[in-house]
Nanobody, 116 residues
Framework: VQLVESGGGLVQPGGSLRLSCAASGITFSIYTMGWYRQAPGKQRELVARITSGSTTNYGDSVKGRFTISRDNAKNTVYLQMNSLNPEDTAVYYC???????????WGQGTQVTVSS
């Protein structure tokens, strides 16, 4: 199983980035896909999640600014991030999860830095 994130980088406050996560080795369409982030000295936290039925939920700090979406034909999940601020600076990780049976996979992460 591979989850490969891309799209991170340095952006100015107020700017936008789009992260992508390409999955292989799993039946992508049946997995809940998520984005998590971890800032230095902090715990990893949920950013956004999208189920196999495309139900979404977001962390409180990103609601209204970030949008998660998936393309099952491309085995890819996206995170559109708008109105970025320095508090969004973190390593962003892609996650694939299913239950019954339980499987949970992580990508290696992509750095997002918001700074002027």
């Amino acid at each position: 199983v591979q989850l490969v994130e891309s799209g991170g980088g340095l952006v100015q406050p107020g700017g936008s980035l789009r992260l992508s996560c390409a999955a292989s080795g799993i039946t992508f369409s049946i997995y809940t896909m998520g984005w998590y982030r971890q800032a230095p000295g902090k715990q990893r936290e949920l950013v956004a999640r999208i189920t196999s039925g495309s139900t979404t939920n977001y962390g409180d700090s990103v609601k209204g600014r970030f949008t998660i979406s998936r393309d099952n034909a491309k085995n890819t999940v996206y995170l559109q991030m708008n109105s970025l601020n320095p508090e969004d600076t973190a390593v962003y990780y892609c996650n694939a999860q299913r239950t019954h049976p339980f499987f949970n996979y992580w990508g290696q992460g992509t750095q997002v830095t918001v700074s002027s």
